[in-house]
């Protein structure tokens, strides 16, 4: 066990700000995943995929296409760095650091606050799984153990009624 363990804390995020820089495949898989949370995010990149796009025409998502720059983190509670330039991940890092906002680096584990987990969700049962950053694979594949079992517990259920 090299990294640290981190805490899972379950927060309320529909009051909060939550900036994704990045529009590519990673910042879409984390905002689908945050908008079951929240509506309360907004996304900065002068690119985005389609999906991102749609989100941002339908409001689901405040969709700023544009490099970022400091203002935009003003009042975040939470911010996801996942564009493809290192260098500037690295300064969202340390900028958020001195604002003392809650950041995630996409490309680098020892810059992150916090990680984003695997969920599973079912009515009030919200399950994060994180392996500390060490095993995204392995994140992933007790996530879908546990949606197995869920799932499987669900029809024993049923079938008792
Ligand atoms: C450390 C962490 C930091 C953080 O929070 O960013 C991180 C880091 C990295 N992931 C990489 C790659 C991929 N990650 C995934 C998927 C998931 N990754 C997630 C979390 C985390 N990923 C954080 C904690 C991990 C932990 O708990 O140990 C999940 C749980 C949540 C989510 O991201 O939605 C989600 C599964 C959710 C689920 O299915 O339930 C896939 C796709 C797949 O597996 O299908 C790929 C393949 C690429 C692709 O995406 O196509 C790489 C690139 C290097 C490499 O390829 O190894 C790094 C960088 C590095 O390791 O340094
Ligand atoms: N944690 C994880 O699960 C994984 C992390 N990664 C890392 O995540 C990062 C993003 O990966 P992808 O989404 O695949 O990349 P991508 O290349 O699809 O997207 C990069 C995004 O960054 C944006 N961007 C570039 N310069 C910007 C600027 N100045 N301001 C705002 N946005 C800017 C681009 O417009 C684009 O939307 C990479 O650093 C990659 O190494 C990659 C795989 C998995």
Redesign the pocket.
């Known amino acids: 066990m090299k990294n640290k363990r981190y805490f899972p804390m379950f927060i309320d995020l529909s009051d909060k700000k939550i900036v994704v ?7 879409t898989r984390r905002i689908r995943t945050l908008l079951q949370f929240t509506r309360n995010i907004t996304a ?5 995929t389609m999906e991102l796009q749609e989100l941002g025409k339908t409001g689901y998502v405040n969709l700023i296409t544009r ?2 720059k400091r203002s935009d983190f003003d009042m975040a509670y939470m911010v996801i760095a ?5 260098k ?2 690295d300064e969202i890092y340390r900028v958020c650091k001195e604002e003392g906002i809650y950041v995630n680096v ?2 680098d584990k020892s810059k992150c606050d916090f990680y984003f987990p695997g969920i599973y969700m079912k009515d009030e049962v919200v399950i994060g799984i994180t392996a500390s950053g060490l095993d ?1 694979s392995r994140a992933k594949k007790v996530r879908l153990a546990i949606q197995e079992a869920m799932e499987a517990s669900d029809d024993t259920d049923n079938s008792e009624e």
Request: hydrophobic fraction near 40%.
């Open positions: 820089v990045g529009g590519g495949n990673i910042a900065i990149a002068p690119k985005s490099p970022v996942a564009t493809n330039d290192w500037l991940n996409a490309d995204h």
